[in-house]
């Protein structure tokens, strides 16, 4: 079964630190991996979309970094600021089968205190 | 401004009294799709639309209904809710569906509570 598992399921760090967020799945055939930041209440907003030959990609202060063999993905996060603070998902598209859709983790809840 | 636009934002209504959410995108997106999000269980999909006349099931659609007369266009109908779908419901085009390394954008999102 297509499964996309995310940890920690929240984190609290302190303003201006660096933090590191985890994604494994179980997606095949994999076509790409998206991670998306969602403001509470509002509709997520995509940060990267990478696909199978590439391993990192960077967006200001977000790097992802994706592992085709392992099945893992990371989304570091540079000198955080209050802002960032939301749920960050990840969501994988698979080729393929009879449903257009993609796999969303359960995301990950990011609280950046002062 | 390229977005895809939601009505209502929120909204109450009561057990068995049909109602409709809309939602609108402008970038001439050939795939939409609705999911809901409920909390510890993400984002899941209800229906969605590979174009045109082209509509079919996601994860979740039992007491949904869709339609799509045109490309811009993408309604979900609840035709008796119930209490159980209420929860906070997003509507998203992309340029092409899965597989495809296009972003999908997300509307703002429709807090529905079914009472």
């Known amino acids: 079964k297509n499964q996309v598992e995310q940890s920690p399921q929240s984190l609290i760090i302190l303003e201006g630190k660096n933090c590191t967020l985890q994604c494994n799945y179980t997606v095949s055939p994999f076509s790409n991996l998206r991670w998306y930041k969602q403001d509470t209440g509002r509709g997520p907003v995509s940060l990267t979309i990478m696909t199978f030959s590439e391993n990192t990609k960077s967006n200001g202060r977000y790097t992802a970094t994706l592992d085709a063999d392992t099945k893992q993905s990371s989304l570091h996060i540079t000198a955080s600021q209050l802002s960032d603070s939301a749920s960050y998902i990840c969501v994988v598209s698979a080729y393929g089968g009879s449903q257009g859709n993609l796999i969303f983790g359960k995301g990950t809840k990011l609280s950046v205190k002062p | ?115």
């Open chain 2, 1 to 115: 401004e390229a977005q895809v636009t939601q009505n209502p934002r929120y909204l109450i209504t009561v057990t068995g009294k049909k109602l409709t959410v809309t939602c609108s995108q402008n970038m001439n997106h050939e795939y939409m799709s609705w999911y809901r999000q409920d909390p510890g269980l993400g984002l899941r999909q209800i229906y969605y639309s590979m174009n045109v006349e082209v509509t079919d099931k996601g994860d979740v659609p039992e007491g949904y209904k869709v339609s799509r007369k045109e490309k811009r266009n993408f309604p979900l109908i609840l035709e008796s809710p119930s209490p159980n779908q209420t929860s906070l419901y997003f509507c998203a085009s992309s340029l092409a569906g899965w597989g495809a390394n296009y972003g999908y954008t997300f509307g703002s999102g429709t807090r529905l509570t079914v009472v």
